[in-house]
C-alpha cells in the first residue's frame, strides 16, 4: 500500500449519533475488525484504518452519514466501544477520540504500555509529534480537534485525526501508520484527505528538508527579531514555490442523498446477483440463523467485501451505504431488522472462528469471491428504482433514522429484493 493514499472532501456536519445506531455501529465496527485480524493479521487491520477510502467505506456500511466528516467521529468512538472489551484477546486498543479525549491519548497510551509491556512513554510522545506535524508543521487552514490513536500490543499503530475549516464547512482528515517511518517531519503521512484549499505550507514533505534546516540556522545566526524584520522587508516579493504534484483524491460531495453517479453499478449489481443467486443456498447450511434471506445476504455480501476486498474496491464509498442505510435517511433509513440479522449472522462466524471452526467465514469470503465473479455479467434493476423499492419496504425491515421510526406507506410496497423460489425470512 502507497504511504500517501490518496485525499478527500469531507463536509462539515452537525449532528449526533443515536443510542440505537451507536450501539449497533460498535458491535458491527468490532466484528468487522476481528475478522480481519482473524483472516489476515494485526498489522493489515492498521493499513486498513490508514487508507482513506477504505475507512469511508467502513464508516458508510455501519449505518452513518456516507459522505460527511460524521464519519471519522463516529468510527474511532465505534471501534473504541466495540474492541474495548476485546483489547486483552485481540492486542488492539484505541485511544484518544474528538475535544478533551484527544488530549487523554498520551496518559491512555501510558496506562496500556504498562499492562501490556510496549514503551507507552514512547508511544505518548508519537501521539504529541503527530498531532503537532499536522496542527503546526501542515498548515493548511484546517483547526485539529479529533486525534484517534489505535495501537497493537508489539507497539504498531495508526492515527487517524481530523481537522475542520470553519468557513469553508470543509474537514480534512489525516492518517498515519508506523509501519515504515523513520521520520516525524520527512513526509510521514500514510494519507492526508481534503479537498485542495490553496497553497498549503507542509514542512514535513521531504521537499522541504532544506527549508527546515535553512531555518534553523537563521534562528541561530539571527534571532527572531532579525527574522521578524528580514521577513517584513521581503513581504510581497518571494517568488512562488514551485507546484506540488496533485495526489489522486476522493470528492465527497455535498448533496446528502446517495445518487447513480455515486455508486460503481456493475459493483452493487454484483452484490445483487450473489445475495440471489448464490447466498440463500450456500448460507442454508451454515449460518443457520432464523429468517436469513436474501436481504440481508445483500448486506453481507458488502460487509464481506470491507473484510476481504482489495483498496482498488472502495473508491466508491456510498455503494456500502447500500448495506444497512443511513441515519439521515440517505440513501435510505437504517432497516434494524436486517442490521440485527446482519449483526448475527457475523458474530456466529466470528466466534466459531475463534473456536477453530472456520466454515461460517468461508462462507463469507465465498459471498465476496461470487459477487467479485457476478459483477462482470450481472443485470440489475435501475438505481433509483432500488432505492425507491427500498424505502417502500423499510417500514417491514424495522427502517429506522434520527427522524424516527419509518411509517407504513400509504400505498403497498413494491418487492425490494430479487427473490428466488422457495427464499425464507423477513431480512
Known amino acids: 500500500m502507497a504511504r500517501r493514499a490518496g485525499s478527500a472532501d469531507l463536509p462539515l456536519h452537525n449532528g449526533f449519533v443515536p443510542g440505537w445506531l451507536r450501539t449497533r455501529m460498535a458491535g458491527l465496527g468490532a466484528l468487522i475488525a476481528e475478522a480481519i485480524v482473524q483472516e489476515y493479521g494485526r498489522d493489515e487491520f492498521l493499513r486498513r484504518l490508514a487508507h482513506p477510502f477504505w475507512f469511508q467505506s467502513f464508516g458508510a456500511v455501519m449505518g452513518m452519514d456516507w459522505h460527511s466528516s460524521g464519519i471519522t467521529t463516529s468510527v474511532i468512538g465505534a471501534l473504541k466501544r466495540g474492541l474495548g472489551p476485546r483489547a486483552g484477546e485481540l492486542g488492539l486498543h484505541v485511544c484518544g477520540g474528538r475535544g478533551r479525549h484527544s488530549r487523554e491519548t498520551p496518559g491512555e497510551l501510558l496506562a496500556i504500555g504498562e499492562r501490556v509491556g510496549f514503551d507507552g512513554a514512547a508511544l505518548a510522545q508519537a501521539s504529541r ?15 485539529l480537534y479529533l486525534h484517534g490513536f489505535i495501537v497493537a500490543d508489539d507497539g504498531k499503530w495508526t492515527v487517524v485525526q481530523q481537522g475542520m475549516n470553519g468557513q469553508a464547512r470543509q474537514a480534512r ?18 494519507a492526508i484527505d481534503g479537498e485542495n484549499q490553496g497553497e498549503i505550507v507542509n514542512l514535513a514533505d521531504r521537499r522541504a528538508a532544506a527549508s527546515r534546516t535553512a531555518q534553523l540556522d537563521l534562528l541561530e545566526d539571527f534571532g527572531p527579531a532579525r527574522i521578524t524584520r528580514e521577513l517584513a522587508a521581503l513581504e510581497g516579493i518571494a517568488s512562488p514555490p514551485p507546484a506540488q504534484p496533485l495526489l489522486p483524491h476522493l470528492i465527497m460531495p455535498a448533496h446528502h442523498e446517495v445518487r ?12 445483487l446477483a450473489a445475495a440471489a443467486e448464490a447466498g440463500p443456498r450456500d448460507f442454508a447450511d451454515l449460518l443457520l440463523v432464523p429468517g436469513v434471506g436474501a436481504r440481508t445476504v445483500r448486506a453481507l455480501a458488502q460487509v464481506a467485501e470491507v473484510v476481504h476486498g482489495a483498496p482498488c474496491r472502495f473508491s466508491d464509498p456510498a455503494r456500502f451505504s447500500l448495506a444497512h442505510g443511513g441515519k439521515d435517511r440517505h440513501p435510505y433509513p437504517v432497516p434494524l431488522k436486517v442490521y440485527d440479522r446482519t449483526l448475527e449472522v457475523l458474530k456466529a462466524a466470528v466466534v466459531a472462528a475463534r473456536l477453530g471452526n472456520d466454515d461460517r467465514m468461508a462462507a463469507l469470503k465465498r459471498l465476496d469471491a461470487q ?54 425470512g423477513t431480512g
Open 129 to 143: 509529534l503527530v498531532a503537532k506535524v499536522d496542527s503546526a508543521a501542515v498548515q493548511d487552514g484546517f483547526d
Open 173 to 190: 482528515r489525516y492518517h498515519w501508520l508506523s509501519e515504515d517511518l523513520k521520520s516525524f517531519v520527512d513526509a510521514p503521512h500514510a
Open 260 to 271: 447513480a453517479e455515486n455508486v460503481v453499478l456493475r459493483r452493487l449489481h454484483g452484490a
Open 371 to 424: 459477487s467479485r465473479a457476478l459483477e462482470r455479467t450481472a443485470r440489475g434493476p435501475a438505481f433509483d428504482d432500488l432505492l425507491a423499492a427500498e424505502r417502500d419496504a423499510s417500514h417491514c425491515y424495522g427502517g429506522m433514522s434520527v427522524f424516527g421510526p419509518e411509517p407504513e406507506p400509504s400505498a403497498p410496497a413494491r418487492p425490494a429484493r430479487i427473490r428466488r423460489p422457495g427464499d425464507r
